[in-house]
């Protein structure tokens, strides 16, 4: 179902008009879906991914893998390689761009102070992770009424701290954050996403740290970054080629092919003009005439 539609989305985004489909799971009739999207042909698509299958199943597709699995980066060089090996070898687009690119989900609060920065983002971070599980793996959940907070908070009285320790090197100095950023780059990963609304993270702590990142850390990656884009798709490029040749495309209409509809509201019901008010024949008088001038 997920994949029927993602490729179907992509057709509707990029095609003019939309030709119409009918799946095992969705089906549409020509339409126009308008407004464009302001990316061509359409913006990058990504998938959420919490194991290495559904890496290699966005390599399989051509579209970005964003991992939420908060792995080392010694296990994301080897997540990383899996994606693009596959990528090379097996790749048929889903969509009419291919997206190759990694993103590892990462934990982040940095402070000139380690201990601070430990204090304003930790917990939340923790929080992040433990209702990830709540979710996806271990809870059972009554939506509106189960307190997952109170639920984190006995969770941590009764497991040790070293249970949910893991991802945490985000947290820290802003050297700290640098050393850990390059790791993740130096393993491959093409982008992160930090962690920073989780649990009671406060808004002014959040942006602190973004302006201490945006002053003290990002500049250096920003700087190398369009040549280490370039050097990746230039590597890609040949790949890429191969990989729209294996694509069977969703063919375009001719004009003389575009199906015409009547207009919606005459296919809903036939209306009795003796039972409308004055207004409502007025109203449709001047439906009439306005299609009997297109006529003549």
């Known amino acids: 179902m997920w994949r029927e539609t993602v490729e179907q989305v992509a057709n509707m ?3 003019d008009p939309y030709p119409g489909y009918q799946g095992k799971y969705f089906s549409m009739p020509v ?19 919490s194991n290495r299958d559904t890496i290699h199943l966005a390599a399989q597709l051509g579209i970005g893998a964003l991992t939420f699995a908060f792995v080392d980066p010694a296990e994301a ?37 380690h201990d601070e920065a430990v204090r304003r983002g930790q917990d939340g971070f923790r929080f992040f992770q433990f209702a990830l599980g709540h979710h996806y793996a271990f809870g059972t959940h009554k939506p509106g009424r189960t307190p997952i ?20 090197g985000g947290i820290g100095t802003p050297d700290e954050l640098r050393a850990h950023l390059k790791k993740f780059s130096d393993s491959g990963v093409d982008q992160t996403v930090f962690i920073q609304q989780g649990g009671n993270n406060q808004h002014e702590h959040i942006c602190e740290s973004l302006e201490l990142f945006a002053s003290d850390v990002m500049p ?8 280490r884009e370039k050097q990746k798709m230039d590597e890609l490029a040949p790949y890429i080629e191969a990989a729209f040749k294996r694509k069977q495309w969703m063919k ?3 004009d003389d092919e575009i199906p015409e509809y009547q207009a919606y509201g005459m296919m809903v019901a036939e209306v009795d ?16 005439r306005m299609q009997e001038a297109l006529r003549s």
């Not at 090996?85 to 690119?101: A, D, L, M, Q, S």
């Not at 250096?220 to 040549?227: T, V």
């Open 77 to 113: 060089a080897k997540w990383v390689d899996d994606y693009y090996t596959t990528f090379k070898n097996e790749c048929v687009p889903i969509g009419h761009r291919v997206n190759p690119n990694v993103a590892m989900v990462t934990s982040f609060s940095t402070h000139p102070d």
């Open 273 to 288: 003009e003796s039972q409308l008010d004055e207004a409502g024949k007025r109203r449709r008088a001047s439906m009439k």
């Open 13 to 15: 985004m990029a095609m």
């Open 31 to 49: 339409r126009n879906v308008v407004p464009k999207p302001v990316q061509k042909p359409h913006p990058p698509i990504w998938v959420a991914c």
């Open 149 to 168: 907070w109170e639920h984190y908070e006995k969770m941590k009285r009764n497991l040790p701290p070293e249970i949910m320790s893991g991802g945490e």
């Open 252 to 254: 375009e209409l001719a």
């Open 220 to 227: 250096e990656f920003k700087e190398r970054e369009a040549e």
